[in-house]
């Protein structure tokens, strides 16, 4: 009794978008988004935790009890997150050296529990791997997107640093917009929250449009969907 | 005008009608504001006035466009109640007389849609707009910002003609070293980190009273203290403003400043260097001022007030920034709510602690 496929992948990737639509996960949303790199290492990293935990709550959703469902699930994840530094740390230790605090911090983004409560708990192995996914593409696009503006506003650059993340074959992404610096404040705490606000009003916006096209009434549509939707 | 549908006109005091509306209150506030800004004009030449120009302006077209944007039919009557303008000249009074254009268009951009709109517009805002936009671009651009200029009066030789000074305000001439001056408290800061002791740092060309006058490197809203200081009494007397965050203000300011400077005055600056240096003369008469986001009673605005002074003092005494109003009055404005909450009126017809005016306050109970 899962959704379609493509519901799954339109309620993460947009509908139903992390950041933008849950609005669960702020913390690193805004705190390692100072660059479209960053962004984009993040919420790669949290994709994988995000699969492999809706994956392995999944298995094991019929056996767990209700009552220590949640204790279960924090350490799953704890263990999971765990790997991923470790295995950052070993092979992509550039990569961890920019990220470095924030991958371990992957373990309280509540995100990962939620999807895990939400979805995984309730849903069969399948289904849960494709929502975790689509949440996690999601999480990364909305990062990278803030990260990209407040790179371009702040520092006049994009992708700065892409080939540590990506490897030295994806060095075309690294852009020097121009060479005035920026607004040193897009780069510090209220950038992030500025960026953020206009970008969910963008979004909602959008979607009011949208919906005005589809001739759906918009009065609905504004309502948050469910996440089983 | 939607009044009609009353019988009877209300004159009795919770009903009663000032008479008062938005647009005559911000018209006397810019009026008030006006000696000062002319004089700044006199002092920093043609490239003050296209600043002035460019930010009110700028302020005007954002609000419009905001108002367009969230869908409000009449644009131009909420246009016209005069709070943009005040924004924005508000603004055009903390920045550098020969900043850039840019930084005035940026200024208000942020002044106006972030510190204003974002919330719902006038009235709704938590944070003074004009001080936002101050504090986003001083962080943001600490190098354009903090470039003052010695006064250049208009009617003396060196002062830029008005192409020159439109010229300077698009931009397209590098400010020359020798126009430029660090104002009063920078450079005592300066002079301090260097060591060198206030009674001798502050000789002949930074000596406070000659600042009093306004003839000094400074932004239109702080060279002339005693012509704001004017405009604040004008408000006063007009019934615009209340004394209790002005004077809160003052005094937060001076109590710290006349200790420490009795207890050292080679190293804490004298308490009516405080008083008439920097923005705080602005900053208490017009902006602790605003409606929107300081306290709304009496006592409540004289706490706002004596914070501000206070964080004002310590900023400019203790902090990395030579100046610190607009720092001091968000911080409070983010205390304004809680102030709300503790400092209420006594409601009409109780006690302070809430019971009925008439009944016994010995018995247990009514």
């Known amino acids: 009794m899962s959704a379609s496929l493509k519901t799954l992948m339109k309620d993460g990737l947009w509908d139903n978008n992390v950041v933008f639509a849950q609005m669960i996960a702020l913390c690193p949303a805004a705190a390692v988004t100072t660059s479209g790199t960053n ?20 298995l094991i959703r019929n056996v767990v009890s209700e009552q220590v469902r949640i204790p279960v699930f924090v350490v799953l994840i704890a263990t999971l997150v765990t790997v ?23 373990v309280v983004n509540c995100a990962i529990l939620g999807r895990a409560e939400a979805f995984a708990s309730k849903n069969s192995v399948g289904a849960s791997a494709v929502d975790g996914l689509a949440m996690g593409l999601g999480f990364t696009f909305a990062l990278t997107l803030i990260g990209l503006i407040r ?21 075309f992404l690294e852009v020097q917009v121009h060479a005035h610096g920026g607004a040193l404040l897009m780069i510090l705490p209220p950038g992030a929250f500025a960026v953020l606000g206009f970008l969910m009003a963008g979004k909602r916006a959008l979607d009011n449009k949208l919906a005005a096209r589809q001739n759906t009434a918009p009065k609905e549509r504004d309502s948050v969907p469910s996440p089983l939707a | 005008m939607t009044t009609d549908y009353l019988a009877a006109r209300a004159f009795a005091s919770p009903h009663a009608h000032g008479g008062g509306e ?9 009026a008030a504001l006006t000696p000062a800004t002319l004089f700044g004009f006199w002092l920093y030449g043609w490239s003050a006035f296209f600043l002035w120009l460019m930010t009110l302006s700028s302020a005007l077209f954002f609000e419009f466009m905001s108002l367009r944007l969230m869908g409000q039919k009449d644009a131009r009557r909420t246009l016209g109640d005069g709070s943009a303008l005040l924004t924005g000249w508000l603004l055009a009074m903390t920045l550098p007389p020969w900043a850039p254009w840019w930084v005035a268009v940026l200024g208000a951009l942020i002044a106006i849609v972030i510190g204003k709109q974002v919330f719902g517009g006038l009235g709704q805002n938590l944070f003074n707009p004009a001080m ?11 190098l354009q910002l903090t470039a003052w200029v010695t006064p250049l009066p208009l009617t ?7 192409i020159a000074a439109l010229h300077i305000t698009l931009g397209q001439t590098p400010l020359p070293d020798a126009m430029t001056s660090a104002s009063l408290l920078g450079y005592a800061k300066t002079e301090l980190a260097r060591g060198i002791g206030l009674a001798q740092a502050l000789n002949a060309g930074h000596a406070p009273p000659l600042s009093w006058l306004g003839v000094r490197a400074g932004s239109l809203g702080e060279s002339s203290a ?27 300011a001076l109590i710290p400043a006349l200790i420490a400077h009795a207890l050292a005055p080679e190293t804490y600056l004298a308490a009516s260097t405080h008083l008439f240096s ?25 706490v706002f007030g004596l914070g501000v002074g206070l964080l004002t003092w310590i900023i400019r005494t203790l902090g990395g920034y030579p100046e610190g109003v607009a720092f001091a009055i968000l911080f409070m404005n983010a205390l304004t709510p809680m102030i709300d909450r503790y400092l209420k009126p006594r409601i009409l017809g109780r006690t302070w602690s809430g019971r009925p005016l008439g009944t016994t306050t010995t018995g247990k109970g009514a």
Do not use: C
């Open chain 1, 39 to 58: 962004g984009l290492g993040m919420g790669m990293a949290t994709t994988a935790v995000l699969v492999v935990a809706n994956i392995l709550v999944a």
């Open chain 1, 84 to 106: 991923v530094d470790m295995a950052l740390n070993a092979w992509l230790h550039e990569l961890y050296k920019v990220l470095g605090l924030f991958i371990a911090l992957i």
């Open chain 1, 151 to 171: 790179e371009f506003l702040g520092s006049g650059t994009l992708f700065a640093q892409a080939p540590q993340l990506l490897g030295e074959s994806f060095a």
């Open chain 2, 22 to 30: 938005i647009r005559r209150t911000m018209l006397l506030v810019l």
């Open chain 2, 132 to 142: 936002v936009a101050r504090v986003a671009l001083l962080i943001s651009f600490p």
């Open chain 2, 156 to 162: 003396t030789l060196p002062a830029p003609d008005f």
């Open chain 2, 226 to 252: 005693l012509l704001i200081l004017a405009g604040g009494i004008f408000l006063l007397i007009a019934r615009v403003i209340r004394w209790q965050a002005p004077a809160g203000v003052l005094a937060g």
């Open chain 2, 278 to 302: 920097g923005a705080l003369m602005l900053g208490a008469f017009f902006i602790a001022t605003d409606y929107v986001t300081s306290p709304i009673t009496g006592a409540g605005q004289l």
